[in-house]
T-cell receptor, first 112, second 117 residues
Framework: GQQVMQIPQYQHVQEGEDFTTYCNSS?????IQWYKQRPGGHPVFLIQ?????EVKKQKRLTFQFGEAKKNSSLHITATQTTDVGTYFC????????????FGAGTRLTVKP | DTGVSQNPRHKITKRGQNVTFRCDPI?????LYWYRQTLGQGPEFLTY????????KSRLLSDRFSAERPKGSFSTLEIQRTEQGDSAMYLC???????????????FGPGTRLTVT
């Protein structure tokens, strides 16, 4: 079945450094979503990417969807302590359906 | 607060007991999802409702699990004859979507943490 893999599993950075997490799917995705979960919190939606090669920015966050729609990345420029949390990507198991498969997440810690 | 709410927030039960969780979605949302999350993992899809119809169900949802959304508003998730392996955070999410398909932004509730002893 479809697998959604994320790397790295953990990332520890110094405040001000950049951070990137990568998401890879075993199948082509109709779309991909990114969520952030703070420690002790619940997942919060960040963005959805739909088009091949799409790039979207939210302040210091840059999201990319690969040309083949099988991979995606989230890049944070100049991390801040408020960026701490686990970042998940999620893609539908079947095209445009609601059975979202989440990756295991990348846990980001930021040292002030 | 107009977000997704879940009750109870914590539940401790003995193996073999039945438990029921409730989710109240954002009021205008027609779609409701249940997920299970264990430590260090992402949420695992369990089931999905559009209005009162249960449209999708994961193979993870054994016959001990049942979910309902009787009036297309709140939902309940019941686990019968709980096992220690059922210990997890049970998350509910809701979204608004038109049509039968499509992936939409999901709003998650705070979850119900289940501990089976």
């Amino acid at each position: 079945g479809q697998q959604v893999m994320q790397i790295p599993q953990y990332q520890h950075v110094q405040e001000g450094e950049d951070f990137t997490t990568y998401c890879n799917s075993s199948t082509t995705l109709s779309n991909i979503q990114w969520y952030k979960q703070r420690p002790g919190g619940h997942p919060v939606f960040l963005i959805q990417l739909v088009k091949s090669g799409e790039v979207k920015k939210q302040k210091r966050l840059t999201f990319q969807f690969g040309e083949a729609k099988k991979n995606s990345s989230l890049h944070i420029t100049a991390t801040q302590t408020t960026d701490v949390g686990t970042y998940f990507c999620a893609g539908p198991r079947r095209p445009n359906n609601n059975d979202m498969r989440f990756g295991a997440g990348t846990r980001l810690t930021v040292k002030p | 607060d107009t977000g997704v709410s879940q009750n109870p927030r914590h539940k401790i039960t003995k193996r073999g007991q039945n438990v029921t969780f409730r989710c109240d979605p954002i009021s205008e949302h027609n779609r409701l999802y249940w997920y299970r999350q264990t430590l260090g993992q992402g949420p695992e899809f369990l089931t999905y409702f559009q209005n009162e119809a249960q449209l999708e169900k994961s193979r993870l949802l054994s016959d001990r699990f049942s979910a309902e959304r009787p009036k297309g508003s709140f939902s309940t998730l019941e686990i019968q004859r709980t096992e220690q392996g059922d210990s997890a955070m049970y998350l509910c999410a809701s979204s608004y979507g038109t049509g039968a398909g499509g992936s939409y932004e999901q709003y998650f509730g705070p979850g119900t943490r289940l501990t089976v002893t």
